[in-house]
């Protein structure tokens, strides 16, 4: 089949409501959306203790997020795939190749950018806002809930950026999902099986998804500096 | 009169340059008292000192008896930035700000949030983000969101500084009103006359020494 004749079946795959296909999307959007839910909570906090807090072993903590920022997401998967194992620690639970397993991936990969993002915002913040909120009579948890609603804007990109890369990457869903057919297979795993099979029509309307999908995240994101920048 | 505030053998230094050395301090409900002194002389920090937001070595720095580096008097003193932050939401929605922290009922911070708007005669600005206010805007506002609380010691710092006609000479209305209300309030400012205002008592801090002129 040729790129034209492949370019058109994805189309057709795309516009005409192809089950598979749609179902590949919404496990990945499923998949996705639910580790950065999970992840937001936990990374904000951090990030927000990172920068308001100073204590022994906080320098090492931010250049360990640092890192864990450009952590191939092939290494994550691998180190899942050892904890969640038959014979290893968390065996047990039964998780790998399942999409629990995959959001657990997901989760981890996305929570040093919400780490990142936070710490660099309160960092950055006006230290007159966290003054102003504490002189005004607000306790510790208001005074951080309005300093993190005053920088909510460079939050939001943290938020996106971390949706970003939970539906982009590949390596930690091949790898503790296993790739299963309605169960397992995202968008990415399914391009990266479809090209290997020589079957381009899905892997190109799949792309195509994915295109969009970024396109829109970093249109969001362009939107929300806009909006943070008009201050 | 018994001291609102009552301060004790300050010092506070920066590496190896002393800021403030002053033995004692007290501030009385009722009084105003300006604090003068050169650019760096420490008015802020002495100010922010008093306000708990900064820390410094006191052997003793009370309000009423309760500590005020442990926040024990958080509630009763109000600190105004001498460029004051204002949240990202309304006009109305800053004054309500302190209420809100303190869980006042919506209806009775509706009630107190107007009167705070009518006496800083920022009315017409009530729904405006923070971004489209003046200087002077922003000082009246930041002076209203003190003055909802009724607080019992205000500290501003440099109220008036880089304010202009209008707006200068409504922060000095503002800032004599609040003088004459019962509370105690310190400003620390350059402002000839604010500082010559009736009824000031005024200090000059010099080499980390506080003075009474």
């Known amino acids: 089949m040729s790129l034209l004749d492949a370019t058109g079946e994805a189309f057709k795959l795309l516009f005409g409501g192809d089950a598979e296909l749609w179902g590949i999307v919404l496990i990945s959007l499923k ?79 996305v929570f040093p950018i919400l780490v990142a993002y936070t710490l660099s915002a309160v960092q950055g913040a006006d230290p007159r806002a966290h003054e102003t909120a504490v002189s005004l009579g607000a306790g510790p948890l208001r005074a951080a809930l309005t300093l993190l609603n005053e920088t909510r804007f460079a939050l939001l990109a943290g938020v996106i950026n971390g949706f970003g890369r939970a539906i982009s990457e590949v390596g930690c869903a091949l790898m503790i999902g296993g790739n299963i057919a309605g169960l397992t297979r995202n968008i ?15 892997g190109i309307a799949l792309g195509m998804v994915l295109v969009v999908l970024a396109l829109g995240v970093n249109v969001a994101m362009a939107i929300l500096q806009g909006e943070g920048g008009m201050k | 009169m018994s001291a609102l ?13 002393r800021l403030l050395d002053l033995e004692r301090l007290e501030i009385e409900a009722g009084h105003a008292y300006v604090v003068t002194g050169g650019n ?34 958080h509630r009763e003193i109000v600190y105004v930035h001498q460029h ?14 302190g209420l809100k922290a303190r869980g006042v009922a919506a209806a009775e911070r509706q009630r107190l949030v107007e009167a705070a708007i009518a006496w800083a005669g920022v009315g017409h600005l009530r729904r405006l983000a923070p971004h489209k206010l003046s200087g002077g805007e922003k000082q009246r506002v930041a002076l209203a969101r003190a003055k909802v609380l009724g607080p019992r010691l205000y500290l501003l710092d440099e109220p008036t500084a880089n304010l202009d006609g209008d707006g200068r000479r409504q922060t000095i209305d503002l800032v004599q009103e609040l003088a004459r209300g019962g509370a105690g309030v310190v400003i620390a400012c350059h402002d000839r006359e604010l500082i010559e205002l009736p009824g000031m008592r005024r200090f000059h801090l010099e080499n980390g020494r506080l003075l009474e002129v």
């Open chain 2, 84 to 97: 004051p932050y204002l949240f990202h939401t309304s006009v109305a929605g800053n004054i309500a700000y």
């Open chain 1, 31 to 109: 998949v996705a959306l639910l580790g950065l839910g999970i992840a937001m909570l936990p990374g904000i906090v951090t990030g927000y203790l990172l920068a308001m807090h100073r204590f022994p072993g906080r320098r090492a903590l931010v250049v360990l997020t640092q890192s864990l920022l450009a952590f191939p997401t092939v290494v994550v998967g691998l180190v899942l795939y050892l904890l969640l194992s038959r014979q290893g620690p968390l065996g047990s639970l039964a998780l790998l190749f399942s999409q629990n397993a995959m959001i657990l991936g997901q989760t981890i990969l």
């Open chain 1, 188 to 202: 990415t795993t399914a391009i990266a099986l479809e090209t290997s099979k020589g079957e381009f029509a899905q």
């Open chain 2, 5 to 17: 505030l009552k301060l004790d053998r300050l010092r506070k230094s920066y590496g190896q340059r």
């Open chain 2, 40 to 73: 760096g002389s420490g008015k802020t920090t002495l100010l922010r000192i008093l306000a708990g937001l900064e820390p410094g070595e006191a052997e003793g720095l009370k309000f009423e008896g309760r500590s005020i580096a442990n926040g024990e008097a």
